[in-house]
Nanobody, 124 residues
Framework: QLQLVESGGGLVQPGGSLRLSCSASGFRLDYFGIGWFRQAPGREREAVSCVSAGGISTDYADSVKGRFTISRDNAKNTVFLQMNSLKPEDTAVYYC?????????????????WGQGTQVTVSS
């Protein structure tokens, strides 16, 4: 069973930074496209950022471009989401997900395995 674990969430003031981590045990994350998604209370889940298995292709939601960066550390079998200049509207539960097929698009329907999520709260 493929299991993903997110970490790094927390409470941060507006303008602050957090780095989320997505890790797995028992399989190599670099074989999968990985996506970060988020869901705020009362809202639909939305894509934040995705990276292809080889790390060549990355996608970002317009709302996070220039502030968030997705990256892979294959030696650590981890995918990171560096979040800078955080805003209150970034508050949500953040999920990482893995795509077992060839990465094609940063939409939740493409992803097959999901973590439990980590809470990010941006507030003063």
């Amino acid at each position: 069973q493929l299991q993903l674990v997110e970490s790094g969430g927390g409470l941060v003031q507006p303008g602050g930074s957090l780095r989320l981590s997505c890790s797995a045990s028992g399989f190599r994350l670099d074989y999968f496209g990985i996506g970060w998604f988020r869901q705020a209370p009362g809202r639909e889940r939305e894509a934040v950022s995705c990276v292809s298995a080889g790390g060549i292709s990355t996608d970002y939601a317009d709302s996070v471009k220039g502030r968030f960066t997705i990256s892979r550390d294959n030696a650590k079998n981890t995918v990171f989401l560096q979040m800078n200049s955080l805003k209150p509207e970034d508050t949500a539960v953040y999920y990482c997900a893995a795509d077992k097929g060839p990465y094609s698009d940063c939409v939740s329907d493409e992803f097959d395995y999901w973590g439990q999520g980590t809470q990010v709260t941006v507030s003063s």
